[in-house]
């Protein structure tokens, strides 16, 4: 038993330093992410390794007090700082929340951004049927087969706006016929399937773009996506602009925080964890957990955010993500507003 036991305690100490020299090492490329599109791919998981270092710590305290485990301990905790680093600043920023009585009267709009993963999603009849129930004004949909979009259209009278060249693959439905849609002729960039459509509002007219980013691997053509929905963005008045999408890139990577800069709008939902929402590969592979934050909202500065909630998984790999918004009848920044 004696033998035994000293067999266990080394493989815990082994692996329990493996996990924590490992999460270090990552999250401390990951800082590299500043100036390396490369390197920044790692930043997209530090909410993984911070688990995985306090996994490390977890084993290395079953294990004797020894020269190992104080530095297992040391190296799950620069782990867990360095992952800390590119998280902290999403957990404190604003995101222009305002209390419902600071908008009374204000006209306001329920928002639902969903990617339907519909080409494998089993389950696209309770899917439309959450939507509905919600009552959106206005839902931005990615990879929307032509059958999510046979279920939704058959269960609510939607007007429908997509790009017809790429499949509609993109798809705003909204309770109002826009006023105007359609892509505008960019050539900074790379392509992405998007959409756009304009509506009438109180005090001036605002435009929602739907949008869906490849993966941030290989690093370089979402970093060029990014550059493109910039350029589109600074075409219509950003006071009032909405973008919704699956931007396959999370708060804490460098390549989001650019592209939060560039578009000079404010992301309304904040830290929200949204793949993977059940099974996600051929193999069945379950997750108990989603760790990736990458369905974002953003909205100009005359938009104040009376909600942002993350809805339940419904057989897409992306949880949905529901946001309020308001535009104060008073017009221009209204109190709770945020300038990005």
Known sequence: MGLIRVVITRILEDVAAAMAVLAALVMLAAQGGRFSDNLDVATHFAVVFIALAIGAALLAALTPPTRL???TLGMAALAIGLAGVLIAPEVFRKTGHAAHGEVAGA???KLIQINSWSGRNQTLAETADWIVAQ???IVVVEEAS???????ESRAAYHRTCDPDDRCEVIIYSKVAPISAGLP???EG?????TRATFAAPGGAFTVIGAHYTWPVPAGPQQQQSLRLATMARL???ERLIIAGDFNSTPWSFTLRRQDKALGLVRRNQAMLSWPAMAFSRWNIHMPLPFLAIDHVYAGSDWVTLGAERGPALGSDHFPVVVTLALPQTGGSPAGAVKP
């Open 69 to 71: 485990r104080r530095f």
């Open 107 to 109: 006209h306001q709009i």
């Open 135 to 137: 009552d959106p004004d």
């Open 146 to 152: 032509r059958r999510f979009q046979r279920a939704l």
């Open 185 to 187: 002729k960019v050539s």
């Open 190 to 194: 790379a392509f992405f399937p998007a």
């Open 236 to 238: 219509y008045d950003r």
